[in-house]
């Protein structure tokens, strides 16, 4: 005998969504909890220095950042986002036949387009690089 109940039948349509995401928040809590007992708990001079991201930490020492440093991250969004758009187009690509190619083509020649300006005007040289504050005295 089958029940026609609607709350039994969107439990049984999203308890693997709900499972899913109980599993996720414990693997985290898990993963957290390693990092923190098992990491390096050293205090060297370089444990606070900015590394990759740039954040830092509220004790360092202040360092600046020149502008390509962000214009570099920026760049690299750009164009990764870009990848995701031509990602999707070649997943789809035997059902967008030679009207999706022509579109695709376009749009890689836009990119193209923008990164030889960028190139061109030097945006993508490094001229200075990031060096910490001057300290008054």
Known sequence: MTTNNPVTSNFDQL?????????LVLLLVAMMALAMF???????????TPYESGI?????????????????????????????FLFAWVIAFDESGMAGFIEASIF??????????????GALELIHKHRPARVRQ
């Open 108 to 121: 890689i020649t836009i990119l193209l387009a923008a990164l030889i300006y960028l190139w061109r005007i």
């Open 56 to 84: 830092i930490a509220v004790d360092a020492p202040k360092t600046r950042f020149t502008n390509h440093f962000f214009l570099y991250a920026i760049f690299f969004v750009i164009f990764d986002l870009e990848t995701i």
């Open 38 to 48: 098992l990491g390096p708990k050293t205090r060297r001079r370089h444990t606070h």
């Open 15 to 23: 308890w693997p969504i709900a499972s899913y995401f109980v599993i």
